[in-house]
């Protein structure tokens, strides 16, 4: 894909998140689990929702979704908080993390 293209097709954060920098949710970590709901409504959603609700068919770490839509954690965390408000995603805070998680937290962040 050429340069002018990328650039074309590249949507701001900001437009994402309708300009808040801040999640409704502020409990959400980058090891916090998001699971869709069973059978959630994507016919209404917009890109990165509509992915982000996708990923987590399966339960998925904060840190994992911004990664895998390509968008700054901040962003993620916006979605995120947005369909746990919508009733599209369910959160699992985990009491205790094992070295394996810690680790792929760990590569997730360095690769944002």
Avoid at 48 to 77: F, N, S, W, Y
Avoid at 95 to 111: G, M, N, Q, S
Wanted: aromatic fraction near 2%; charge should be negative; include cysteine.
């Amino acid at each position: 894909m050429s340069e002018e293209l990328e650039d074309a097709l590249f949507v701001r954060p900001f437009i994402m998140t309708g300009g808040r920098v801040e999640p409704t949710h502020a409990d959400l970590r980058l090891e916090t689990l998001v699971v869709a709901v069973p059978d959630a409504p994507l016919g209404s959603l917009e890109f990165e929702r509509r992915r982000i609700v996708a990923l987590c068919a399966q339960p998925t770490m904060v840190a994992e979704v911004a990664e895998k839509i390509g968008v700054p954690l901040g962003v993620a965390k916006v979605l995120i908080s947005d369909l746990l408000v919508g009733g599209l995603l369910v959160c699992q805070q985990p009491t205790e993390l094992p070295l394996h998680v810690l680790e792929r937290i760990r590569d997730h962040v360095r690769a944002l």
